[in-house]
C-alpha cells in the first residue's frame, strides 16, 4: 500500500466532481468549506466545473480526474460531494498514469467510494471513507471531522488512531441553502445492531467498503477486486445504502453473498439507512440483516456512523484494523502500514 503524503500548510488541492456538480444554490455553502480548506494554509485549485446547474459530461469529469491525480503538483484531490455515475468515468481514466503519479489523499462517501475503493483496490493507495467536503463547514469541532483532518495532517507509516461509534446521528440534513454555516444537528439516539457476535473479541481485518448502490456492480470487477487487497488478510467490508429501497438493499446484500465477497471477511459493517421502513426502522433492518448474515458466523455490525446519515466515521481503506464492543459501543483502531 501507498500512503499519499501527509498535508501541511502549502500543499496543493484540487477541487473536482467526481459525478455531479454543485448546483449554483449551494455556491455560498462551497464557499464556506474552500475557506475552511484554505484556513489549514492549503492552496487550493477549484475546477471550472465544479459549479453547475447542468450535469457535466462524463468525459468532462474524466479529463479532470486525469489531469489532476496525474499531476504530482497535487497532495490531494477532493470531491464536494457524491452524485449518481462516477461508475461511467472508471473506464475514462488513465490508469496507468495515475499509477504512476505520487499518491494522493481522496475523501468522502456515497458515489465517491466508487473511485476511493478502485483507486485502492487497482493500485493500492490508501484512500478514505469519511464526511464529505461540503459537510465540513461548521462542523470543524466535530470528533469525527477532527479525525480527518488529524489523519490528513499526520498521516505516515505508523500512524494509528481510535475512534467510537457515536451515540447519536442526524435525522434529517441540514439546509445549505438558507444557512450556508450549518451543522450537524445530532438530535437522534443511536442503536447499535450486532449480529452473530457471541464472542467479546478483538476483530482484526483490512478495511474496504463504500456505498452499495454502486459496488454491489463493481465488486469483482477489474475496478474492485478483494483479491488485490490484503493478500492473505482477513478483511472488514464496510456497506451503506444511498438510494436503495428495503427490497433493492436486501438483494444487493444476497448479491453480494452469493458471489462470496463476505468469505474472506472477519467482520462486517453496515451503516445507517436513509430510507424508512414501513414498520419498526430498527426491527425492520436487523430482520434483514439476520436474514442475509445469520448463516455466515461472522459478526456484523449494522446502525453505525457510516455514509449517508451523519456523523461519519473516518474509516481508511486499505489500513489495518482492531475493532472491538465494549459497552454495546463500537471501538475501532486502524494503523497504516
Known sequence: MKIPTKLKAGCNVAVCTFSSPVPLSFEKRF???????????????????????????????????????????????????????????????????????????????????????????????????????????????????????????????GYSFEQKSSSFHEFDYPDYQSDPLSSYSLDTSSELIAINNNEQTTLKGLLIGGCIDTLQLTMGSEFLSLENIGDSKDIIVYLENAELTPTQYKRALLSLKIKGVFSKCSCIFIGRN??????????????????????????????????????????????????????NKIIINQVII
Open 31 to 157: 464557499n464556506e468549506c474552500i475557506k475552511t480548506l484554505k484556513s489549514k494554509g492549503l492552496n487550493v485549485d477549484v475546477d471550472e466545473n465544479v459549479l453547475s446547474d447542468v450535469a457535466i459530461s462524463k468525459q468532462c469529469i474524466a479529463n479532470s480526474l486525469n489531469k489532476y491525480l496525474c499531476a504530482d503538483k497535487y497532495d490531494a484531490v477532493i470531491a464536494p460531494w457524491g452524485g449518481d455515475f462516477a461508475l461511467e468515468v472508471l473506464p475514462l481514466l488513465n490508469w496507468d498514469g495515475i499509477a504512476k503519479s505520487k499518491p494522493k489523499w481522496i475523501f468522502g462517501f456515497s458515489d465517491i467510494s466508487t473511485l476511493t475503493t478502485a483507486i485502492t483496490s487497482r493500485i493500492g493507495w490508501y484512500t478514505i471513507h469519511s464526511t464529505n467536503l461540503m459537510q465540513i463547514a461548521g462542523n470543524e469541532n466535530c470528533n469525527y471531522v477532527k479525525s480527518l483532518f488529524d489523519l490528513l495532517f499526520n498521516a505516515a507509516e
Open 274 to 327: 436513509k430510507f424508512e421502513y414501513s414498520n419498526n426502522c430498527l426491527g425492520n433492518e436487523q430482520g434483514i440483516l439476520n436474514e442475509v448474515f445469520a448463516d455466515l458466523n461472522i459478526p456484523v455490525f449494522g446502525n453505525l456512523d457510516i455514509g449517508h446519515v451523519s456523523p461519519n466515521l473516518t474509516l481508511v481503506n486499505g489500513a489495518d484494523a482492531d475493532v472491538s464492543l465494549v459497552n
